[in-house]
């Protein structure tokens, strides 16, 4: 065989197996292009009259509204994501009187998805209302800010710490997933830990809450509680912060989920009810893309 022969050879069998045809790229990174994820909000609860100048700072005193409990579910890529989990324990039911609850393990069902095929839950923070129910879905990687974790799993429970809000047996549960390997830490701003979907810092909801970006056309910010409602965007204020001293940087942030998303009507709020009336929606599904 000619050398030249031999070299021709060579470069068909180079070019088959790197999918590569006419000076197209490569199979492999046409395979790596970004899922165009459907997102759906749940709501899988109401809580009545609750105070308005907790979630929007300044507002009157008196006026109160019905908020959404809420979490969303992204999907595409062969992966079922939940963006927060809810709450179930009866403890918290009660204490803040929710009504027309529904396990969100059974939430989902209404949505056609078993909890057992729920492959991630990314944490928005560690609140009752959006961390508690990570135990009703056993299979799913918990993905959730680093320093969020190390504080409520430490410092938080010490006598100058903050934990407010937080149920210890769903720390525990984090625990546990990370000593089964499920769990993965979220370190820090603008990462991309799933494809397509990037997670952001900086509201200080809680101490490391998080907010993430869903690609795809269009794009979506889900806010979770870094947002409480349209109306912390429409009249630029914040909800409650980790700290007071957060409450610029929470501003800012939602200036920023808006040039994120490209549009402030695809931020989605934390507890907004009005996503149910923005959205096509049956029962208590909101399909937002």
């Not at 069998?13 to 994820?37: D, H």
């Not at 769903?170 to 830490?185: I, K, M, P, S, T």
Request: net charge negative.
């Amino acid at each position: 065989m000619s050398f030249g022969l031999l070299v021709g050879l060579l470069g068909v069998f180079l070019s088959a197996w790197l999918g590569i045809s006419g000076g197209g790229f490569p199979a492999a990174s046409q395979a790596s292009a970004e899922p165009n994820y459907t997102i759906r909000a749940i709501r899988y609860a109401n809580l009545a009259k609750f105070p308005l100048a907790e979630l929007v700072t300044g507002a009157p005193k008196d006026r109160t509204i019905d908020i959404a409990m809420i979490f969303w579910v992204i999907q595409g890529g062969g992966r079922t994501i939940l963006f927060d989990s809810g709450c179930h324990r009866q403890k918290w039911i009660e204490e803040y009187g929710l009504s027309d609850f529904l396990s969100p393990d059974q939430a989902v069902k209404q949505a056609g998805i078993e909890p057992d095929s729920v492959t991630d839950i990314i944490i928005s923070h560690a609140h009752w209302d959006h961390m508690d129910g990570i135990d009703l879905f056993p299979k799913a990687t918990i993905w959730i800010q680093k320093a969020e974790y190390e504080y409520y799993s430490g410092a938080a429970w010490q006598l100058s710490g903050k934990h407010g809000g937080i149920e210890p047996e769903d720390v525990l549960e984090l625990v546990r997933r990370n000593e089964r390997g499920q769990l993965r830490f979220v370190d820090g701003d603008d990462v991309e830990i799933i494809p397509g979907i990037r997670a952001y810092t900086g509201s200080r909801h809680t101490f490391a809450s998080q907010y993430i970006r869903v690609g795809g056309e269009p794009p979506y910010v889900l806010a979770s509680d870094n947002c409480y409602l349209y109306e912390n965007l429409r009249t630029h204020s914040s909800g409650a912060t980790f700290d007071p001293s957060d409450a610029a940087g929470n501003i800012a942030q939602q200036a920023r989920m808006i040039t994120l998303a490209g549009s402030a009507d695809r931020v989605v709020p934390g507890h907004d009810p009005e996503q149910f009336k923005r959205f096509p929606t049956t029962g208590r599904i909101a399909q937002i893309r």
